[in-house]
């Protein structure tokens, strides 16, 4: 489990993840697909390495969520050092598949539900994808939106 392996891994950025819904957000865990564990993992990292090298507390976390198909990485307290790399793996994920961590691909799709999917998972779950990535994908004509559509 991942969830497990973050706040092993990291137990006083995730300090909260057993607390109450009362003072965190972290008591749903971690609230977006598997996709993007990496880019957590190493923002973890950052963060806490990042505290050791300022000599200030490991921020602790209270949301880590997918909105609006991006990151939301709420922590407190941050150096600016440390917004600068929250900011940075939330823009990494407006390009990273959340579902499997794919990078060519991947975009903000949706109209009212928008999440970050690469052509294929978008494709697996029966999504429309663009006529270029069914032709990377090796798909049959038919089997994607045209670029018309797209665009409507």
């Known amino acids: 489990d991942k969830d497990a392996a973050l706040c092993a891994k990291y137990p006083e950025l995730y300090a909260q993840r057993g607390d109450s819904m009362r003072t965190t957000a972290m008591c749903w865990g971690f ?22 090298w300022e000599g200030v507390l490991v921020p602790q976390a209270s949301t880590v969520k997918e909105k609006y198909g991006t990151l939301r990485f709420y922590c407190c307290p941050t150096t600016d050092i440390m917004s600068a790399c929250i900011a ?10 959340e579902q499997c ?37 090796g798909l049959a004509e038919g089997a ?9």
């Open 31 to 52: 609230q977006h697909g598997d996709g993007w564990y990496d880019l957590i993992d190493c923002l973890s990292g950052q963060l806490t390495r990042l505290a050791a």
């Open 101 to 137: 961590g794919a990078t060519q691909t991947a975009r903000v799709r949706g109209g009212y539900w928008r999440s970050c999917r690469c052509a294929k998972c978008t494709h697996a779950d029966g999504g429309p994808i663009a006529s270029w990535e069914a032709k990377s994908l």
């Open 88 to 97: 940075a793996a939330e823009r990494q994920s407006a390009h990273t598949c």
């Open 144 to 152: 994607y939106i045209t670029e018309k559509e797209e665009t409507e």
